[in-house]
């Protein structure tokens, strides 16, 4: 047994038992629901579901409407973004070996990597990035999440 959060257990399987925890992804949904929270993972950890972080970020990122102070479960880490006009931003499923997470859109997480660079290694970062998200982007949906920047 694990415990990411007071109050909330996670059953931690044996090919887990070096992390001391479940993977991020996998337990997020079900604390988000025992929070009753809205959130969504973005910035890096969004970009590697996107298939474009070429380097495995150190902490899973979400994206909450208030802040929520970090996880650490073991090896396991959880940062918390708070994220103005949340409920407009798009979002798309993923599956995970426990169900399914909610992931900002590539076009989503293109403008949270430029909103909130800071959070994503600085722009040097977030220029290769995005350069390995370019394929994958539809100019009307950037052009529909761009609406939900952070910034103008």
């Given at each position: 047994?694990?415990?990411?959060?007071?109050?909330?257990?996670?059953?931690?399987?044996?090919?887990y038992e070096r992390l001391g925890s479940l993977?991020?992804?996998?337990?997020?949904?079900?604390?988000?629901?025992?929070?009753?929270?809205?959130?969504?993972?973005?910035?890096?950890?969004?970009?590697q579901y996107h298939g474009a972080a070429h380097?495995?970020?150190?902490?899973?990122?979400?994206?909450?409407?208030?802040?929520?102070?970090?996880?650490?479960?073991?090896?396991?880490?959880?940062?918390?973004?708070?994220?103005?006009?949340?409920?407009?931003?798009?979002?798309?499923?993923?599956?995970?070996?426990?169900?399914?997470?909610?992931?900002s859109t590539v076009e989503a997480t293109a403008?949270?990597?430029?909103?909130?660079?800071?959070?994503?290694?600085?722009?040097?970062?977030?220029?290769?990035?995005?350069?390995?998200?370019?394929?994958?982007?539809?100019?009307?949906?950037?052009?529909?999440?761009?609406?939900?920047?952070?910034?103008?």
């Amino acid at each position: 047994m694990a415990s990411p959060a007071r109050g909330f257990y996670v059953i931690v399987p044996p090919e887990y038992e070096r992390l001391g925890s479940l993977p991020a992804d996998q337990f997020i949904p079900a604390l988000m629901e025992w929070r009753k929270t809205r959130y969504y993972a973005g910035l890096l950890s969004a970009a590697q579901y996107h298939g474009a972080a070429h380097q495995r970020p150190q902490e899973f990122q979400v994206m909450v409407e208030k802040n929520q102070r970090p996880i650490e479960c073991r090896s396991v880490r959880v940062s918390f973004v708070a994220r103005k006009k949340m409920r407009a931003v798009p979002m798309q499923s993923f599956n995970t070996p426990r169900g399914t997470i909610s992931v900002s859109t590539v076009e989503a997480t293109a403008v949270d990597l430029v909103g909130y660079a800071h959070h994503a290694r600085g722009f040097d970062q977030v220029a290769t990035i995005l350069g390995e998200l370019t394929e994958k982007i539809d100019p009307k949906r950037l052009t529909a999440a761009a609406k939900t920047a952070p910034l103008p």
